[in-house]
C-alpha cells in the first residue's frame, strides 16, 4: 500500500525556474490538496481538489497552478520560481462522503530556491 | 473560517498523561475538529477527530466541550516517542469545499 507519493523529496531551483512537484495516491480518494509549510508554522492550504476536473484556491494560492485530470495525480507547478517559495510541500488526500474522515500525508518535497 | 488557539509548548514525564488544550470559540456547528501530530518534519500523522462527543481511540482521547468553543486532546500514558508538535484543527466541509486550516501547533516535550 503506497498511500501518497511524492516526487521529488528535495530540489534545489534557481529564481525564475518553474517545476513541477508531483504527488499521486493509490486510494481512489476524490479530494487532494496541497500544503505548504515554513519554518516554525503550521501548513498553509495551497490549493485543492474535490475531484478530477475540479480545483480551488486555498490560502496561499499566489505563483502556484494546479491541475486534476485523474482522480490518481494532483501536480503543483511553480510558475517562476521566488526565494518566498522556499518551503516544505505537503500533498494529502482523503476520500469525500458524510462525516469526518482521515486526512493521508505525503512524505514531503523540500524545495530550496537560490 | 474557524480559527484554533493552542500553547506554543509544554512538558509531560513519560508514563504521565499529557493533556493538550485548544480553543476554537468561532467553529461552525457543522465543522469538525481534528487532531494530527508532526514528528520532526515528517508529513502530519492523523490522531483523532470528534463532532461533539467525546472520543476515544488506540492513540488518544479527545474532550470537547459542550458548547464546542475548546477541546483537550488527551495522551494517557506519554512515552518518548511522542514527542512532536501536536496540532488541533478545524475541518471545514461543504459541497464543495474540504480544508484543514492548521494553527501553529504545541510542542509537545516528554522527558525521562
Known amino acids: 500500500n503506497a498511500g501518497v507519493t511524492q516526487t521529488p523529496k528535495f530540489q534545489v531551483l534557481k529564481t525564475g525556474q518553474s517545476m513541477t512537484l508531483q504527488c499521486a495516491q493509490d486510494m481512489n480518494h476524490e479530494y487532494m490538496s496541497w500544503y505548504r509549510q515554513d519554518p516554525g508554522m503550521g501548513l498553509r492550504l495551497i490549493h485543492y481538489?474535490?475531484?478530477?476536473?475540479?480545483?480551488d484556491q486555498g490560502e496561499v494560492p499566489n505563483g502556484y497552478n494546479v491541475s486534476r485530470s485523474t482522480t490518481e495525480d494532483f501536480p503543483l507547478r511553480l510558475l517562476s520560481a521566488a526565494p518566498s517559495q522556499t518551503s516544505v510541500y505537503f500533498c494529502?488526500?482523503?476520500?469525500?462522503?458524510?462525516?469526518?474522515?482521515?486526512?493521508?500525508f505525503g512524505a514531503g518535497t523540500r524545495l530550496s530556491v537560490l | 473560517d474557524a480559527k484554533t488557539t493552542q500553547p506554543p509548548s509544554m512538558d509531560c514525564a513519560e508514563g504521565r498523561a499529557a493533556n493538550l488544550p485548544c480553543n476554537h470559540s468561532t467553529i461552525s456547528g457543522n465543522e469538525y475538529v481534528y487532531w494530527y501530530r508532526q514528528i520532526h518534519s515528517q508529513g502530519p500523522q492523523y490522531i483523532i477527530h470528534g463532532l461533539k462527543n467525546n472520543e476515544t481511540n488506540e492513540m488518544a482521547s479527545l474532550i470537547i466541550t459542550e458548547d464546542r468553543k475548546s477541546s483537550t486532546l488527551i495522551l494517557p500514558h506519554a512515552t518518548l516517542r511522542d514527542t512532536a508538535v501536536y496540532y488541533c484543527?478545524?475541518?471545514?466541509?461543504?459541497?464543495?469545499?474540504?480544508?484543514?486550516?492548521f494553527g501553529t501547533g504545541t510542542r509537545l516535550q516528554v522527558f525521562p
Open positions: 494529502a488526500s482523503t476520500p469525500t462522503g458524510l462525516g469526518g474522515a482521515i486526512q493521508y
Open positions: 484543527i478545524v475541518r471545514v466541509r461543504s459541497y464543495n469545499t474540504d480544508k484543514l486550516i
Open positions: 481538489s474535490v475531484g478530477a476536473g475540479i480545483t
